[in-house]
């Protein structure tokens, strides 16, 4: 009952509106690299609208990545729900200024957990197909 409560709870948020813009703009950023990201919306500790939909997924992402690994979500329902293009899409947008952010602020956890997930649900994916 409380892994459903919590399913729910995350794909309400994962649903919203204001989640769904934030993906939106993370889709939409055409960076070729975190230098090019900063020209064009300043560094990653920016208050720009941008900055802010990045944060937003990669945070929501990276707790999803926490539950996770901590199996407290159920891997082929974490696919289901969330291991689409979305996120498949969300990381290989996000992964050049993850790893420029990693550098920056000297700190090689940044996202380690939205990382994580990313490659789980690979795995999963690869799965569902063979």
């Known amino acids: 009952m409380r892994q459903t409560d919590l399913i729910i709870r995350l794909y309400s948020t994962y649903g919203s509106n204001e989640f769904q813009e934030a993906l939106l703009k993370v889709w939409n950023a055409h960076s070729k690299d975190y230098e090019d990201h900063v020209k064009q919306y300043g560094s990653w500790t920016s208050d720009n609208p941008v900055t802010k939909a990045f944060t937003t997924v990669g945070i929501f992402f ?3 990545g926490h539950l996770l690994h901590r199996k407290l979500i159920d891997p082929g329902l974490a696919f289901d729900l969330f291991g689409g293009a979305a996120l498949f899409l969300a990381w290989e947008t996000m992964k050049p ?3 420029g952010v990693r550098k920056d602020a000297d700190d090689p956890t940044v996202l380690t957990m939205f990382e994580y997930l990313y490659n789980e649900m690979k795995k999963k994916s690869a799965e569902e197909v063979a």
């Open 62 to 64: 990276e707790g999803l």
């Open 97 to 99: 200024l993850v790893q």
